[in-house]
């Protein structure tokens, strides 16, 4: 996040929320209407077993292609490699499917994420799940919903009880680490989850289904709709230190569970 700014206007917001909506449930149903029977993996990314599909590349296209032509000075960052500048001050940051692994198979956690930032800072995130039927918004001071209906995460419980979800890399030598966080959190807490999209567990925790959530790794596209969300649902998502969240570690929960996760994360080296 950048130094003070002054606040986007509510045209402007307007705009980017229709634009982000449009593109979110025109590449959904694209996603869950033209999957096709024989789906295979067309490509990998960090590891033989972190995949891009066919339907990506097609999801992104047509994210890239709608945005572009309604808003063509704007910038543009998305997971299936589109990256260019734009001379508008805002930039469009896109997971065309998030959760490739669990579309791959047949399971319903997957969403596309599409998150518009005005020199530097996300105002506007929009998480669509088709096969959930459900779609997520938030605009940067006008709180979180879904399918329109205000949302905000639950009140920080006693650790014990906390459900926690999380996620993990496709580089083995990380996953082995991240086991043993895992091994190490599970006595301490009511339970673990994963479930294989960091922006639906984002918005599952805004929508009070999880008392907290820590991923080591998400790329830009991965968090930024997701943590604009949880930001407007009156959750902290942070870095472990309260700073920005980044690559390294993005924590969010409520205040209270926030700092009891972010403080044994650290002891663990997450």
């Known amino acids: 996040m950048t130094g003070p700014q002054n606040p986007p206007s509510p045209d402007l917001l307007d705009e980017l929320l229709a634009l982000a909506t449009e593109a979110a449930t025109r590449a959904g149903a ?27 590349l097609a999801s992104e296209k047509l994210i890239l292609e709608l945005i572009s032509t309604r808003r063509p000075a704007d910038g543009y960052l998305g997971e299936e490699g589109a990256d260019r500048p734009g001379t508008s001050g805002v930039r469009w940051v896109v997971d065309p499917l998030d959760g490739t692994v669990n579309y791959l198979y047949g399971l319903p956690n997957w969403a596309v994420s599409v998150a518009a930032e005005l020199d530097g800072r996300a105002v506007v995130g929009v998480v669509y799940a088709p096969a959930r039927g459900e779609l997520f918004h938030a605009v940067l001071g006008g709180g979180a919903h879904l399918d329109g209906r ?18 993990f890399s496709y580089v083995a030598d990380v996953r082995v680490h ?93």
Request: hydrophobic share 45%; proline share 8%.
């Open 30 to 56: 694209l996603l869950r209407d033209g999957r096709p029977a024989d789906l295979g993996v067309a490509a990998t990314k960090s590891s033989p077993v972190d995949v891009v599909t066919e339907m990506d």
């Open 150 to 167: 205000p949302i905000a995460g639950r009140p920080a419980p006693p650790w014990g009880q906390a459900l926690i979800a999380t996620g």
């Open 178 to 270: 991240q086991a043993e966080v895992v091994r190490a959190l599970m006595p301490e807490v009511r339970d673990i989850r994963r479930g294989g999209a960091a922006a639906v567990d984002l918005c599952d925790l805004a929508a009070g289904r999880l008392d907290g959530y820590y991923e080591r790794g998400l790329a830009p596209w991965d968090r930024a709709a997701g943590v604009l969300i949880a930001r407007e649902a009156g959750l902290l998502a942070a870095g472990p230190d309260g700073g920005e969240p980044s690559g390294e570690l993005t924590v969010a929960a409520p205040e209270g569970t926030y700092q009891q996760l972010a403080r044994r994360l650290r002891e663990l080296d997450a």
